[in-house]
Nanobody, 114 residues
């Protein structure tokens, strides 16, 4: 099993930046994709960004050009720039592993407000 621990959420003003981190532990050798999803109140969980084992990056339409995903071994980062109030959500770290198996972190709150 893979365990995921997120950090880096918080309160930021519109136009500001935050950097999220997610460290995987456990059966990390089985991970092939890592990424981030988010869920705002009253809305469905949606893709923010993900990076495949081969390094291909995939972004949600609303964050393209503002967010950047990167991966260093068992850690995935999400650099969020030019944040907007509509980016307010709980952000969840996500991994896809051989099996196939999907694992989720507990989530970190990001609030964009003046």
């Amino acid at each position: 099993q893979v365990q995921l621990e997120e950090s880096g959420g918080g309160l930021v003003q519109p136009g500001g930046s935050l950097r999220l981190s997610c460290v995987a532990s456990g059966r990390t050798f089985s991970i092939y994709h890592m990424g981030w999803y988010r869920q705002a109140p009253g809305k469905e969980r949606e893709l923010v960004a993900r990076v495949t084992l081969g390094g291909t990056m995939d972004y949600g339409d609303t964050v393209k050009g503002r967010f950047t995903i990167s991966r260093d071994k068992d850690t995935v980062f999400l650099q969020m720039d030019n944040l907007r109030p509509e980016d307010t959500a709980v952000y969840y770290c996500w991994t896809a592993s051989y099996g196939p198996k999907i694992d989720w972190g507990q989530g970190t709150q990001v609030t964009v407000s003046s």
